[in-house]
């Protein structure tokens, strides 16, 4: 009997693009290693290539004759094929209004073929900063209402895109919720996380922070007013900035706050398993995000799933109930609080839900959770839960 065939269609893939290259292709490898036959479709400047039960097919876009072409390459598997698109608007070009794309998807289900969307990102906001950007908000919204209407069944990475998508929708179309994983895998070699530790404690004389990110412009603000915050509480704080902007961003604050001179460590880009190595030898973690904690974060689930206690912030699309309830994650409304909150956690783990048996008991539920909710296990058996519908 022939492996039952996923589609995976996505607009960025591995060694290039960001968040959804890295999900899409922890995704592939998932579905591959249980038991099926996993197609990947991208414009993305990949090699096609064929291992492990993930074939990559390269693509010259996903317009025009470019979907045409998709279109029959597709039409040589058996009927009805299972399209499972990886969707966020400027992922699929035309500058985020790639209408085309969603009208052919509309077509392949009337075709009878399985689509399935899964929205990382629904649409741009409306807004009155810049109302030339009302246009793609608007198209947007008209491109999320024809994929609804293409999908046999809707994936979201939150709940609230849900409340979003929902007045979009065919009456009955089923939504279901599939948390981002980390893409940043566990390395479990506690040898090399205690060297690590023991460099940048100063054998363990100073406690270690971190922070995982892009300190992109709507961030880095508020990383910079939390960790001033830490320092007036910890000076002899020493701080990770992991990510291939640390250096930058490192510099910049010592620039402005001598405070932090013998402080921050910045190694720029990691290998994804050093990565996990360094926040497993890190006491607390501080992850500021302007809209609020949610599991499309993937910087926030790397922390949590390789056990670093965090401090995080809560804003409009924060899942209370799965992010701070039962987690018990310390959350902070104000980036300051967020570096007060950090040294608390570190001096008196008992203020969350899980730490009630110390640090090292912290940082041990905070990676079961994390495996308990939101490892690619759980996607997988989701997906695979509804596999025969369509």
């Known amino acids: 009997m022939n492996a039952p065939v996923w589609h995976l269609l996505t607009g960025e893939y591995p060694p290039h693009g960001g968040g959804i290259a890295d999900y899409t292709a922890l995704l592939a490898r998932a ?4 038991g099926r036959d996993v197609h990947v479709w991208t414009p993305a ?37 299972r399209l499972l698109v990886q969707y966020a608007p400027q992922a699929w070009g035309l500058r985020g209004m790639n209408v085309p794309f969603c009208r052919w998807l509309l077509a392949r289900r009337r075709a009878r073929d399985d689509v399935r969307v899964m929205f990382h990102e629904p649409f741009f906001p409306f807004g009155w900063q810049r109302p030339r950007r009302n246009l793609l908000a608007a198209v947007n919204r008209w491109m999320a209402r024809l994929l609804l209407r293409a999908s046999t069944r809707a994936y979201v990475s939150i709940r609230a895109w849900e409340k979003l998508l929902r007045p979009l929708a065919p ?43 892009t300190y992109g412009g709507m961030i880095a603000p508020m990383l910079k007013t939390a960790l001033r915050a830490l320092i007036a509480r910890r000076p002899d704080a020493r701080i990770l900035l992991l990510g291939r902007d640390g250096p930058g961003f490192s510099h910049r604050l010592c620039a402005t706050d001598a405070r932090f001179a013998d402080a921050l460590v910045a190694p720029g880009y990691l290998p994804p398993e050093d990565v996990s ?32 206690p965090t401090v995080t912030t809560r804003g409009r699309f924060t899942d209370g109930e799965v992010m701070l309830s039962v987690a018990g994650y310390p959350a902070a409304s104000e980036p300051h609080r967020m570096g007060e909150i950090a040294a608390l956690v570190l001096e008196d783990p008992t203020i969350t839900r899980i730490g009630e048996g110390g640090h090292a008991s912290l940082r041990q539920g905070t990676r079961e959770f994390y495996l308990r909710h939101f490892a690619i296990e759980h996607t997988v058996a989701r997906l695979l839960a509804d596999e025969g519908g369509g």
Do not use: K
């Open 31 to 34: 579905l591959a290693d249980a």
């Open 45 to 81: 400047p990949v090699e096609p290539s064929s291992a492990g039960g993930v074939t990559v097919h390269a693509m010259d876009g996903f317009t025009g004759g470019a979907l045409s072409r998709l279109g029959a390459e597709l039409d040589r598997f058996a009927a009805p094929r």
């Open 171 to 213: 009456r009955g179309l089923e939504f279901t919720l599939l948390p981002i994983p980390s893409t940043i895998p566990f390395v479990d070699d506690p040898g090399r996380v205690a060297a690590i530790r023991r460099e940048l404690s100063e054998d363990g004389r100073r406690p270690v922070f971190v922070h995982f990110g």
């Open 277 to 308: 190595l360094h926040l497993q030898a890190s006491d607390v973690a501080l992850q500021p995000y302007p809209d609020g904690a949610d599991t499309r974060r993937t910087t926030l689930m790397a922390c949590v799933a390789n056990g670093v």
